[in-house]
């Protein structure tokens, strides 16, 4: 894990362990090398004229075109220049294609700040691009000020919410504070089709069943008017809200979207009916498909996308892996994502719920747990609730994997507590019910378990893969109640729909908790048959969390069968046991140790308790010793 200080500065490695660009660049002034961060913190620190002065000498100093303009035009804040404007502008434009919104939102503000007033249009222009800048590097002061200067300009009503919109995706998934300026939005729109397709994506922030009507009206208004971008945005919101809802023909929706055929890029690439038809790939496990969708947003990204749309589709990506069976390729997208947030100053909340799963998947549950963690975190203070929940579910899954069943619970019921009942989800965008109900039953909680499995949506198909993760929460409840031949029988039915599917993990998973119920009822056979089965998957996903998991559990069936018969060497280990008396005895911690044996320090706890009482040891001291007394 990165330290916090490396990452206040931008110097140290990412999240994953990928490295990271330092935030300042470096300047020659007068023969040293002075950081531009620390010049324009001395510069900001002096009184009025001696930062104008100060930003004329820097000006003449500055070896970069651009930020040689910048203090050429800071150094003149109090009057207009038409040329200078226009060399201002020319470098907001240089700033913008290398990448550097902030700057080139800066640049835009002072562009038109210089602009006479006599041009009021290309004035109030140049406010509309700053704030669409700064939006697009988050900067919410920066943007409010572009916004403000619109406001101030007399703007059409499309433009005015233009700049309002571009104050709220400064905050990104942060939108505590701005609920106030949807409303605003909403009034100043009326009947104009260009304002009302223009709050279709954010008015979702709010409430799904108006945003499904603004949507709606928005379309049509845009169609009427012969405006196809917008258009196509209004009814990929349209789309997305009749898919969350449940209501209408979302896919036939997002067909006439794509038919329009407007560029990914034209609206942004997350507002795209390009990027939601991969969502919705995604949603439907029809992972070949969202791959393919995204491999070719990714090179449009690359080329036009902003460095959110980025993040976007790596996250979309790491998503698509873990559910195919790939998780070092997963792990590596994950990685991307976040390294790329930390340094873009993003919100951390969608970022640490990819690495969370990715890390659940492939790398290892302490990481994933801490992951989880940092996101909820982030995401609670920023009031971005889907993505505090989404990282509450993977904080449940992790402890419920881990065996920590109570931690479980109550990050299931912290979840059910704080979900938005105002977003009604479609149960295959959002599935975490299953793992709760799995965790309520090895609670011991049967009546919460049976409740929450009464909530399954009628709408969906029982013989889809989200189907089939209920049919298992509901096979372990059969179980439970005294019908453990129809539990395996639902189970094996789950298995075939997801190796149909080629959902290789929640294929080994079905067949692990097969292979439980199978070991409770002592059928050691049967039990040992589905955990090889779970194995052979994890295995070749080098999904090494649970192929851990499931290793442990072979162990210890190998160790019912013949512990009296082991070799005297392993003094009646089992190989789980052994690895860990091993590190242990070379001096890891508890902690370590559940680091390389990818499990949790819970279950390391547990171990050694029957490692010590296997041996008759008391201390780590006693175990050594007594390790060496069996290998003579």
């Not at 939006?135 to 101030?152: K, Y």
Request: proline share 3%; aromatic share 4%.
């Amino acid at each position: 894990m990165a330290d916090r200080a490396a990452w206040a500065c931008g110097t140290g490695p990412g999240l994953l362990g990928y490295g990271s660009e330092p935030w300042c660049r470096w300047r020659t002034c007068r023969r040293y090398w002075v950081p531009r961060a620390l010049a324009d913190g001395v510069v900001g620190s002096a009184g009025q004229q001696e930062r104008t002065d100060a930003h004329r000498s820097l000006a003449y100093a500055e070896a970069d075109p651009v930020h040689a303009v910048r203090h050429r035009a800071l150094s003149r804040p109090e009057a207009t220049d038409p040329c200078l404007a226009e060399d201002t502008a020319e470098a907001a434009g240089r700033a913008r294609a290398d990448g550097e919104r902030a700057l080139s939102a800066e640049l835009f503000v002072l562009a038109a700040e210089l602009t006479p007033v006599n041009r009021p249009a290309l004035r109030l222009s140049r406010f509309l691009t700053a704030a669409r800048e700064a939006a697009a590097a988050g900067d919410s002061n920066l943007a409010r000020r572009a916004a403000n200067a619109v406001a101030a300009s007399r703007p059409t009503p499309a433009e005015h919410v233009a700049a309002l919109l571009a104050v709220v995706d400064s905050h990104s998934q942060a939108l505590a504070g701005v609920a106030g300026l949807f409303e605003r939005c909403r009034r100043l729109a009326s009947s104009d089709p260009q304002s009302l397709a223009a709050i279709r994506a954010n008015v979702s922030n709010s409430d799904p069943h108006e945003a499904l009507g603004a949507a709606r009206k928005a379309a049509e208004l845009a169609r009427s008017a012969g405006r196809p971008a917008l258009e196509a945005a209004s009814l990929t919101m349209r789309a997305r809200m009749e898919r969350v809802l449940n209501e209408g023909d979302s896919r036939a929706t997002l067909d006439r979207a794509l038919a329009l055929d407007v560029a990914a890029e034209a609206d942004g690439i997350a507002n795209s009916p390009q990027y939601l038809a991969a969502r919705h790939a995604i949603f439907d496990d029809r992972l070949a498909e969202a791959r393919s969708r995204l491999t070719v947003l990714l090179a449009v990204a690359e080329q036009h996308g902003q460095e959110e749309d980025l993040v976007d589709i790596w996250r979309s990506l790491a998503e698509v892996e873990v559910r195919s069976g790939a998780c070092a390729k997963a792990l590596a997208w994950a990685g991307k994502a976040l390294d790329a947030s930390v340094a873009a100053g993003l919100s951390l909340g969608p970022a640490c719920y990819t690495a969370a799963l990715a890390q659940s998947a492939g790398g290892s549950f302490a990481a994933a747990l801490r992951y989880a963690a940092y996101g909820e975190r982030a995401a609670r203070e920023e009031g971005d609730v889907l993505h505090r929940n989404r990282n509450l579910w993977m904080a449940g899954a992790v402890r419920l994997h881990t065996g920590d069943i109570n931690g479980a619970v109550t990050a299931f019921a912290l979840l059910d507590r704080t979900e938005d009942s105002r977003r009604p989800a479609d149960p295959s965008v959002f599935r975490w019910q299953p793992d709760a109900i799995e965790a309520l039953v090895a609670a011991g909680e049967l009546t919460s378990a049976q409740n929450m499995i009464l909530t399954f949506p009628a709408t969906a198909r029982q013989d889809s893969a989200t189907g089939a993760g209920w049919t298992r929460a509901r096979a372990l409840l059969l179980d439970r109640a005294g019908e453990t031949d129809r539990a395996v029988e639902l189970l094996h039915a789950a298995a075939e729909v997801f190796r149909r599917d080629g959902l290789p993990l929640e294929e080994a998973r079905t067949h692990l908790a097969r292979g439980r119920i199978q070991r409770a009822h002592r059928r050691q056979a049967a039990a040992r048959t589905a955990f090889q089965d779970a194995r052979d998957l994890y295995l070749l996903a080098r999904a090494q969390p649970m192929l851990a998991t499931v290793q442990e559990h072979l162990d210890r069936l190998d160790g019912q069968g013949r512990s009296r018969s082991r070799e005297e060497g392993r003094a009646g280990l089992t190989d789980s046991e052994a690895r860990l008396a091993d590190l242990v005895s070379r001096g890891a911690t508890n902690q370590q140790a559940a680091q390389q044996m990818y499990i949790s320090v819970k279950t390391v706890e547990s171990m050694l308790s029957r490692i010590y009482r296997k041996l008759r040891s008391r201390s780590r001291t006693q175990l050594l010793a007594a390790l060496l007394a069996h290998t003579g």
